[in-house]
């Protein structure tokens, strides 16, 4: 299976030390975060993140923007032209900015589906708090009505078996998971603490990308443990499998 990293775990660091914690922590794919790292609209930019990943063998998977689809669709088009030259496999959005039905929101993801697909890249709804995929049920529907994918990580709010009954109506349309361990009020854990709920989490998702996002503490050095565990927990998956 695919583990990497979500740059933005690391706002602090420079891309050139994301990509060397990569490669030091077996992680071979990269989520290039749009605030920091990979600015939407700076090409140049894009362009050479690439180069970097591709000197350093470790692929940019996907581009993580902040482009929110209740926003005008204009904005998309600087996002879109950023993935295209990071090589992104994927770029990922907002989906509203609260939990109710927006369809101004559902016209802007179908059309940012559309306009990807010429460039043979997919768009995925993050499945956050606060925005329409806090509802599993909307998610599942905006995934169905504009072709969407759903990228997936645990709500710390909610409990472990309501997540992972959200994550089973997810799996047909995952693109990808952000892999971490929150407690309630968003208490960051080292992943070995949650171990069993991934193994259940990564049983249900099958074989798509798994990414490291957030450490305890945001130290790099808690990295290596957590690659490690994400490591463990895909092996005795595959073990299962068997």
Same mark, same amino acid.
């Given at each position: ?76 088009? #600087? ?32 059309? @940012? ?10 768009? /995925?709804?993050? /499945? ?7 509802? #599993?049920?909307? %998610?599942?529907?905006? %995934?169905?009505?504009?072709? /969407?994918?759903?990228?997936?990580? #645990?709500?710390? $709010?909610?409990?472990? +078996? +309501?997540?992972?009954? @959200? ?18 009020? $968003?208490?960051?854990? #080292? ?24 450490? @305890? ?13 994400? %490591? ?11």
């Amino acid at each position: 299976m695919k583990r990497g990293l979500v740059s933005v775990t690391f706002r602090q660091l420079p891309c050139e030390e994301i990509i060397r914690l990569c490669r030091e922590n077996g992680l071979s794919y990269i989520e290039w975060g749009g605030d920091i790292h990979v600015p939407a609209g700076d090409t140049e930019k894009a362009a050479e993140v690439a180069e970097l990943c591709r000197a350093a063998g470790v692929t940019p998977l996907g581009y993580g923007s902040y482009y929110n689809a209740s926003d005008d669709f204009a904005r998309f088009q #600087p996002v879109l032209d950023t993935a295209r030259a990071l090589g992104a496999e994927y770029v990922r959005i907002w989906a509203g900015k609260s939990r109710e039905y927006d369809r101004t929101a559902e016209e802007n993801i179908k059309k @940012a589906v559309l306009e990807a697909e010429r460039y043979g890249i997919a768009v /995925c709804l993050e /499945c956050h708090r606060w925005t329409m995929t806090d509802d #599993p049920g909307l %998610a599942v529907r905006l %995934a169905q009505r504009t072709g /969407c994918l759903l990228h997936f990580q #645990p709500n710390p $709010d909610i409990t472990f +078996e +309501e997540n992972l009954s @959200a994550l089973q109506a997810f799996s047909p349309y995952l693109c990808a998971l952000h892999v971490f361990a929150w407690e309630k009020g $968003d208490v960051r854990l #080292p992943l070995i603490r949650h171990k069993d709920q991934w193994i259940k989490y990564a049983t249900a998702a099958g074989d798509v990308p798994f990414l490291l996002e957030f450490v @305890a503490e945001n130290d790099p050095e808690n990295l290596k443990n957590d690659a490690a565990a994400l %490591a463990a927990i895909l092996e005795i998956c595959d073990e299962n499998r068997t």
